[in-house]
Nanobody
């Protein structure tokens, strides 16, 4: 099993910056992919950063991964009120060498951008 714990959310003024982190722990063979999604009430969950960046955040958000620590970071700058959402980390993990990839989700961290 894999546990994902996000941190770094909070309240920031428009134009400001935040750095989110997500650490994976538990019993697994390997983490093969990690990414970030965001969710706002009444809207579909949106992929923010993974294999690619959402058009709405390109140029403002950078994802980086520390494979040795099974951690992924999301550096967000020039934040806008419309970036307000719960940001969730997702990971695909192999629980053993011959198994299939399993998807896991963190609880999410709230990001609020005030105008």
């Amino acid at each position: 099993q894999v546990q994902l714990v996000e941190s770094g959310g909070g309240l920031v003024q428009a134009g400001g910056s935040l750095r989110l982190s997500c650490a994976a722990s538990g019993s697994f063979y390997a983490i093969i992919g990690m990414g970030w999604y965001r969710q706002t009430p009444g809207k579909q969950r949106e992929l923010v950063a993974g294999a690619e960046y959402a058009d709405s955040v390109k140029g403002r958000i950078t994802m980086s991964r520390d494979n040795a620590k099974n951690t992924v970071h999301l550096r967000m700058s020039s934040l806008k009120p419309e970036d307000t959402a719960v940001y969730c980390c997702a990971a695909e993990a192999l629980l053993d060498r011959r198994g299939s990839a399993v998807e896991y989700w963190g609880q999410g961290t709230q990001v609020t951008v005030s105008s």
